[in-house]
């Protein structure tokens, strides 16, 4: 007697123990490093970290190292700086994304192809390419040497315009007709119509502009010369200098950069996915 046939959509066991093969290991190379550094954060002078077993659970676990750190480097003024320029290139994407990416998406210009192509022509070029011109521009405008200056260039992302494309184009041009037609003006269609559907999307942008503005640590390096203007990843610079031989000291000061971001997608999470699925291609 034949088996019991499987549905289309079904999975064998042989296949579920392959994912969950295949997810472990997906896991342990993603989550492995960051539990590495937190471990190494934790742990004491007394021991030994370059030891042939490795040890993942500290033998006297301290905060010594956090101390230590934050003693060396002014870190809460890093992470202000850190923050003052995260928040200028969140603010930016958000309302420049938006208002672009509805243009594009909505409103029937001339040049609108031409400009979609120059915006995709842009993401095509890597970022150093363009350090130089970026520079000039920020010291020409008298930015150099600033907190906005580090913040300008990344002010509007083009990948952010056209993900907030997208996310309008995915709104039924129906309901725009409908509003056009009783008199709704562009940004009322905007404000009633555009912004309650791509909430999800603009939660994408706002993790992905804190993330970019955190993290950067070239151009900040170029652009600053004043140690009390320092973000936090260019600050933190000092310790792998100074600290080359403590890998504790420098582990804790990576958790200290880290901490925010993990509390930035945790806050946005829900909003997060809920982009991500909207932004997804159904079938």
């Known amino acids: 007697m034949a ?4 549905g289309f959509n079904s999975v064998s066991p042989t296949e579920k123990v392959i994912r969950y093969v ?7 190379i993603t989550i492995g490093p960051f539990l590495w550094q ?8 007394t021991e030994d970290v370059f030891t042939r077993t490795p040890s993942f659970v500290p033998q006297d ?23 003052f320029v995260a928040v200028l290139v969140v603010a930016g994407n958000t309302i420049g994304a938006t208002l672009a990416g509805f243009a594009l998406a909505k409103l029937e210009f001339r040049g609108s192809k031409l400009v979609l192509g120059l915006l995709l022509a842009t993401l095509v070029l890597p970022g150093e390419v363009t350090l130089i011109s970026q520079y000039v521009i920020v010291r020409g405008l008298g930015f150099a040497d600033s907190l906005v ?5 990344g002010a509007i992302q083009m990948l952010n315009v056209l993900l907030m494309r997208t996310a309008f184009q995915s709104i039924p041009k129906e309901i725009d007709s409908a509003a056009i037609i ?8 905007l404000i009633h119509i555009g912004l309650p559907n791509v909430r999800g999307m603009l939660s994408v ?36 200098g100074t600290f080359s031989n403590n890998p504790r000291l420098i582990a804790a000061g990576t958790m200290l950069a880290f901490l925010p971001i993990v509390a930035m997608f945790a806050f946005f999470q829900r909003f997060f996915f809920r982009g991500v699925e909207a932004g997804a291609i159904k079938g």
Do not use: C, H, M
């Open 182 to 189: 009783d008199g709704a003006t562009a940004w009322q269609r």
């Open 149 to 153: 200056g580090v913040a300008l260039p």
């Open 22 to 28: 295949l997810l472990a290991l997906v896991l342990v």
């Open 205 to 240: 942008i706002v993790i992905f502009s804190f993330i970019y503005a955190w993290d950067d640590f070239l151009w900040p390096l170029l652009v600053l010369t004043d140690p009390d203007k320092y973000t936090l990843t260019v600050g933190l610079q000092y310790l792998s």
């Open 61 to 83: 676990p301290t905060l010594a190292n956090y101390a230590e750190v934050t003693e060396t480097i002014p870190v809460i003024g890093y992470a202000a700086n850190s923050l």
């Open 38 to 45: 937190l471990s190494t954060s934790l742990k004491s002078v």
């Open 3 to 6: 088996g019991k046939a499987r």
